[in-house]
C-alpha cells in the first residue's frame, strides 16, 4: 500500500535551517510529481513546491530563495531544505503525491516549530 514518511522536523530558532525528508513507499515514485504542503495552527493548507519526475521545481512565491525541494529517485525520497526559517513557518510539513488511482495521499506530517 502506499507509503509516505515524512521526518526531519523538531524546534528552531529563527534564522536556522531544517531538511524535511519523506520517505515513499507502495508506487512507482519516479513516475509522479511530488509536493510538500503544510497548515499552519488556525490557518488553511498551504501547497508550497512540487517536483516531477525529471526534477524540475516550482514553488510558490512565498518560499523562493529560501526553500529547495529535491528529490532522489534511487531512494525513493523526497526533501525539503529550509533556511533563514521565520516563526511564521511553524506548521505540520506533508509531502503529497496524486496517484494513478485519482487520489491524493499524505503522509502523517512532521512538525517544524520556529521560535
Known amino acids: 500500500h502506499v507509503q509516505l514518511v515524512e521526518s526531519g522536523g523538531g524546534l528552531i530558532q529563527p534564522g536556522g535551517s531544517l531538511r524535511l525528508s519523506c520517505a515513499a513507499s507502495?508506487?512507482?515514485?519516479?513516475?509522479?510529481?511530488m509536493n510538500w504542503v503544510r497548515q499552519a495552527p488556525g490557518k488553511e493548507r498551504e501547497g508550497l513546491a512540487t517536483?516531477?519526475?525529471?526534477?524540475?521545481?516550482a514553488y510558490a512565491d512565498s518560499m523562493k530563495g529560501r526553500f529547495t525541494i529535491s528529490r532522489d529517485n534511487a531512494q525513493n525520497t523526497l526533501s525539503l531544505q529550509m533556511n533563514s526559517l521565520k516563526t511564521e513557518d511553524t506548521a505540520v510539513y506533508y509531502c503529497?503525491?496524486?496517484?494513478?488511482?485519482?487520489?491524493?495521499?499524505w503522509g502523517q506530517g512532521t512538525q517544524v516549530t520556529v521560535s
Open positions: 503529497v503525491t496524486h496517484l494513478w488511482d485519482g487520489f491524493n495521499y
Open positions: 507502495g508506487f512507482i515514485f519516479t513516475n509522479y510529481d
Open positions: 517536483i516531477d519526475s525529471d526534477g524540475d521545481a
